[in-house]
Structure formats: C-alpha cells, structure tokens
C-alpha cells in the first residue's frame, strides 16, 4: 500500500529552527509537496521537489532524498505566525497526490 | 484569498436531508478536486475533474454526487449522509493533472451531520 509518515506533533521555540520529517512508500514517484494549514484555513502551497537535494525560500528549505524515500521541510528564525499544520504529499505515478495526515507546529514565545 | 471559493463554510445537516456544496475557482485551471478532511487523517481525495471529465472516484459512497458543470464550478451533491460523514470538505484547482500539479485550496465547508 501507499504510505506516507510524519511526526503527529512537534513544539519549537520563537526564533529557532525545526525540521519537519517526512517517510514515504508510493507505487512510483512524481514529486513532493508540501503544505501548510493554519487551523480553520485552506492549505497552501510551500515548496515542490522532485530532484534530490535542497530547495531554498527564504526562512522555508525542502529536501529530498528520493533513494530513501525521504523528505524534510527546514524553517528557520521561527515567528509565531508558523505555528500551523505541515503537510506532506507525494504525487505517484497515477499522478495522484498521497498526503500525509500532517505535522502540527506548536511555537512558543 | 487562494483564488477557490467554497460555500457555505458551515453546513449543519440531519441525515434526511438533501444539501449541496459550491465551488469556484477563478485561476483559469483545468482541474478540480474534492477531498474529504477528518482530524488527525490524511486528506481524503474523493473525485477528481479534468476539462470537466471526471478522471478519478476513489471508492465513494453514492450518497455523495459530484457536478462540474463547466472548468470553474464544482458541486458535491449531498443526501442521506451519516454522522461519520461529518469532516472539513476541501475543493481545489490545479493546472492540470501531471507533474508540478500545485493545487490552490479554498477554505473548506465545516459538515456536521446529525
């Protein structure tokens, strides 16, 4: 079956950094998204990868690793504002996206 | 503001009742989709659309309908739903259906049914 794992919860501290794990098991691979959701809010789009390595934007970096299956969404200088949910999806061959069940982002001051 | 509107954002429903959802997307985009949105659960792709064709059904129940009269507008038709069915209802749009297929999500409808 498909599969896709993330950490259910992680807490950070305003102003550091935190890495957001992402596991993944699809019948083929067509790239990986992530996405975040503020509670009550639509999710938006923040990063796409489907080469191995290290996207940068601004304080957010996605990587990918697609021999290991492998992901990690990297936010730097933490605002309070990032508390939200992160979600992790993969596009298979089918061209389906596979989501992850999230990550919630709790920052404190 | 994603470009996807959906209303209501809040639907409250017995389980006799026949309700619909409206979606609208004013990106120009090919493709919509809706996903069904339970807490702590991966997004649920329910029904997927392509120049208005329906491309995928992932096993839903009829009591649940989809519409898509034109590339802008999506409809989910609801009727004698259960209380499980209650969740987040999230429509989005996306380009097309291949690779680099960011998808813009509206902000969902809250579903209760009782």
Redesign the interface.
């Given at each position: 079956g498909q599969n896709i794992d993330q950490p259910t919860e992680m807490t950070a501290t305003e102003g550091a950094i935190v890495q957001i794990n992402c596991t993944y098991q699809t019948s083929g691979f067509n790239g990986l998204f992530w996405y975040q959701q503020h509670a009550g809010e639509a999710p938006t789009f923040l990063s796409y990868n489907v080469l191995d390595g290290l996207e940068e934007k601004g304080r957010f970096s996605s990587f990918l690793s697609r021999s290991k299956g492998y992901s990690y969404l990297l936010l730097k200088e933490l605002q309070m504002k990032d508390s939200a949910s992160y979600l992790c999806a993969v596009l298979d061959s089918n061209y389906q996206l596979i989501w992850g069940a999230g990550t919630k982002l709790i920052i404190k001051p | 503001e994603?470009g996807?509107t959906q209303t209501p954002r809040h639907l409250v429903m017995g389980m006799t009742n026949k309700k619909s959802l409206k979606c609208e997307q004013h990106l120009g985009h090919n493709a919509m989709y809706w996903y069904k949105q339970s807490a702590?659960?991966?997004?649920e792709?329910m029904f997927?659309y392509n120049f208005k064709e329906q491309t995928?059904n992932n096993s839903v129940p009829s009591r649940f309908s989809p519409e898509c009269p034109n590339s802008s507008h999506l409809f989910l038709h609801l009727h004698t739903l259960q209380p499980e069915d209650s969740a987040l209802y999230?429509c989005a749009s996306s380009h097309g259906?291949?690779?680099?297929?960011?998808?813009?999500?509206?902000?969902?409808t809250r579903l209760t049914v009782l």
């Amino acid at each position: 079956g498909q599969n896709i794992d993330q950490p259910t919860e992680m807490t950070a501290t305003e102003g550091a950094i935190v890495q957001i794990n992402c596991t993944y098991q699809t019948s083929g691979f067509n790239g990986l998204f992530w996405y975040q959701q503020h509670a009550g809010e639509a999710p938006t789009f923040l990063s796409y990868n489907v080469l191995d390595g290290l996207e940068e934007k601004g304080r957010f970096s996605s990587f990918l690793s697609r021999s290991k299956g492998y992901s990690y969404l990297l936010l730097k200088e933490l605002q309070m504002k990032d508390s939200a949910s992160y979600l992790c999806a993969v596009l298979d061959s089918n061209y389906q996206l596979i989501w992850g069940a999230g990550t919630k982002l709790i920052i404190k001051p | 503001e994603t470009g996807v509107t959906q209303t209501p954002r809040h639907l409250v429903m017995g389980m006799t009742n026949k309700k619909s959802l409206k979606c609208e997307q004013h990106l120009g985009h090919n493709a919509m989709y809706w996903y069904k949105q339970s807490a702590k659960k991966p997004l649920e792709l329910m029904f997927v659309y392509n120049f208005k064709e329906q491309t995928e059904n992932n096993s839903v129940p009829s009591r649940f309908s989809p519409e898509c009269p034109n590339s802008s507008h999506l409809f989910l038709h609801l009727h004698t739903l259960q209380p499980e069915d209650s969740a987040l209802y999230l429509c989005a749009s996306s380009h097309g259906l291949a690779e680099d297929n960011e998808q813009f999500f509206g902000p969902g409808t809250r579903l209760t049914v009782l």
